[in-house]
Structure formats: structure tokens, C-alpha cells
């Protein structure tokens, strides 16, 4: 069967899925994040880098770990690390023109809060495209690729995971969707993520792609 014909919710990340990897918004957001750390556990920004890393690896998130370890408010680090100068992403018109034609419920699943979404949106020209936002904030401030918050997804908007397909461009967030029986593809951005494995992953991976637009192109014309 062909995917425009089986799957009837499309889940996608943002963050290097709906715009390109290579934007700059993700140097800026690790910029932030350290300095977040060295000011506020009053360490250097060289051993502050090393922490941001090591929870990230750990935890999923660095926050994850920040609020694990040290009690961090998450409200507080999310809105001082998204301060971020947005006028570098840009919206990709063909990725646009196939997102509008697939037929289904469209639904965000981000590691980050629902203003970076918003605002990212809005440089992206898809603001209000989107059915359903399912942010850090909703998951509890559990991130992927925790199993959790995908089962709490799958409940919350009622999706059957037989015939929903997720996006992402890293491979172990996946691992936990295709566990639950979503349809996965992963999007490979063509850089090494420190956190991924994507070995390990590769069994779980229904689709891989490095252009997202040409993808869902031949999603739309039944190619795949």
C-alpha cells in the first residue's frame, strides 16, 4: 500500500526536519545554553559546555539534566535559551507546496517549547498550518527518545499509530516511534549528531531521505 493511501496523520519534528540543519538557529541555541550555565551554576564557560554535552547525552535534553541535578526551572531556561535572532531561517516554498498536499491530520512533536515553535513558524511561512503542537511542556519536560511522551501523544490526539508516520532528523528518536508502531523516517541531515546512533537505530528506520521536499514529492505522486 502506499503511504499517501495508509497514513492519515503525519507527525513531524522541527528543528532541522521542517527547516534546514544548516540555518545557524542550533549554533545559536548552544551558545545560549552554555552561557545559561555559566551564569547561572557559576562555572566557567569551558566546563559549562562540558556539562551542556554530558546532559545532553544522558538526559535526551540538557535540561532534562539541569532539572534532574540542580533543580533548574524549566520555564526560565527555555525562554532565556530561545532568545534567538530568527530572521536566518527561512521558509523552503517546495516543502511548503507538498506539506499542503498531503491529505491528514498534520502534527509538531518538538523537544522545544511552543513559542520556539510559533516562531519559527512564522519565518517558515506555516503559521496556523499545523493541526496539533506537542512541545517539551506537554511531555511533561520528558524528551524524546523517552517512550513516554509518545504514548502520551498517541492518547492525547487520539492517533492511530497503524496509519500515522513520524519525522525526525535524529535516528534514536525513532527507535521509540517505530516501537509504538508509527510508520519512520528518518530525515538525514548530513551532520554528525554527537547524541545519535544511528546504527543502532537503522533496524527501526521504515524511510531515510536527505531532502524532505523530494520525499514528500514522491509521497504526493505515489511513488512510495
Do not use: C
Amino acid at each position: 500500500m502506499k503511504l499517501r493511501e495508509k497514513i492519515n496523520t503525519w507527525i513531524f519534528d522541527l528543528d532541522n526536519t521542517l527547516y534546514s540543519a544548516d540555518s545557524g538557529i542550533f549554533q545559536q541555541v548552544h551558545k545560549l545554553m552554555g552561557e545559561f550555565i555559566s551564569n547561572n551554576l557559576n562555572m566557567d564557560m569551558t566546563e559549562a559546555k562540558k556539562l551542556q554535552t554530558k546532559y545532553y547525552k544522558q538526559h535526551g535534553t540538557t535540561l532534562r539534566g539541569l532539572m534532574d541535578n540542580h533543580g533548574i526551572d524549566p520555564d526560565h531556561f527555555l525562554d532565556e535559551v530561545h532568545r534567538l535572532d530568527y530572521s536566518i531561517v527561512d521558509s523552503n516554498k517546495m516543502l511548503n507546496q507538498e506539506l499542503q498536499k498531503l491529505e491528514g491530520r498534520k502534527i509538531i512533536y518538538t523537544n522545544a517549547n511552543k513559542k520556539h515553535v510559533i516562531d519559527v513558524l512564522d519565518r517558515i511561512d506555516l503559521t496556523d498550518f499545523f493541526d496539533e503542537i506537542f512541545d517539551i511542556k506537554m511531555a511533561n519536560y520528558i524528551p524524546k527518545p523517552e517512550l513516554k511522551p509518545y504514548e502520551q501523544i498517541i492518547d492525547l490526539f487520539n492517533i492511530n499509530p497503524g496509519t500515522s508516520a513520524m519525522f525526525d532528523d535524529i535516528a534514536k528518536n525513532l527507535v521509540p516511534a517505530k516501537k509504538v508502531n508509527f510508520t519512520s523516517v528518518w530525515i538525514d541531515a548530513g551532520y554528525e549528531n554527537f547524541s545519535d546512533d544511528v546504527e543502532a537505530s537503522k533496524e527501526y528506520l521504515d524511510f531515510q531521505t536527505r531532502d524532505l521536499s523530494l520525499f514528500l514529492k514522491d509521497v504526493n505522486e505515489g511513488k512510495l
